[in-house]
């Protein structure tokens, strides 16, 4: 069966370190790839999202995320970390086009933001 | 745009109890599904339709009845409530005339079944 998974369900730095999400999904080939936040007591909200285009893909609040087909994965990085980056991440990959397509999410990453 | 609204905000339920959640979009997507959220589960997805009058089931559909009658409204009906059905409920709707998929969602449904 088609998964995602997140490495991690808690991550914790520190103010202006590196962040790095881990997501690796289970088909060697996805269609799209999607990283979506969630603050609390919101909605989810589309970080960016990877369509067959160039393998890093730039997204909203200074986040990246690589495409990687060898290794199935599409981890979610960001240099430095505020403490408005404190949130819920969800990984989620969409497989097959058209009418068929549904997106499957991962289990999801609470990054915590230490001062 | 309003993009995808989702009523009520909260809700609290006796077992046994039934209801319907709302979900309408603005937005003229053909693609509109339901997840739940749960702790430690990410979301899933109970029940998806690509257009008016067509409906699917997702990944835990028991328990819940879905009708598309107009492309803009997708209500999720909860038939007899149990208390594993207590969960934040999103709506989401996407075009695959965008071709990117993208789903956008709505703020959520708070509920829970006592």
């Known amino acids: 069966a088609q998964s995602v998974t997140q490495l991690g369900s808690h991550v914790s730095v520190s103010e202006g370190a590196l962040v790095l999400l881990r997501c690796n999904y289970s088909s060697s080939v996805p269609p799209y790839l999607f990283w979506y936040v969630q603050y609390p007591n919101q909605g989810l909200q589309l970080l960016l999202k990877y369509t067959s285009a160039a393998t890093l893909v730039k997204g909203i609040n200074g986040f990246e995320a690589e495409f990687k087909k060898s290794e199935t994965s599409f981890h979610l990085t960001k240099p430095s970390a505020h403490m408005s980056d404190a949130a819920e991440y969800f990984c989620?990959?969409?497989w097959g086009s058209g009418n068929t397509g549904k997106l499957i999410f991962g289990q999801g990453t609470t990054l915590q933001v230490k001062p | 745009n309003a993009g995808v609204t989702q009523t009520p905000k909260f809700q609290v339920l006796k077992t046994g109890q039934s209801m319907t959640l709302q979900c309408a979009q603005d937005m003229n997507h053909e693609y509109m599904s339901w997840y739940r959220q749960d702790p430690g589960m990410g979301l899933r997805l109970i029940h998806y339709?690509?257009?008016?009058?067509?409906?699917d089931q997702g990944e835990v559909p028991n328990g819940y009845n879905v009708s598309r009658s107009t492309t803009e409204d997708f209500p999720l009906r909860l038939l007899s409530a149990a208390p594993s059905q207590t969960s934040v409920y999103f709506c989401?709707?996407?075009?695959?005339?965008?071709?990117?998929?993208?789903?956008?969602f709505g703020p959520g449904t708070r509920l829970t079944v006592t």
């Open positions: 989401a709707s996407s075009s695959d005339r965008a071709s990117s998929y993208e789903q956008y």
């Open positions: 339709s690509v257009g008016a009058g067509i409906t």
């Open positions: 989620a990959v969409r």
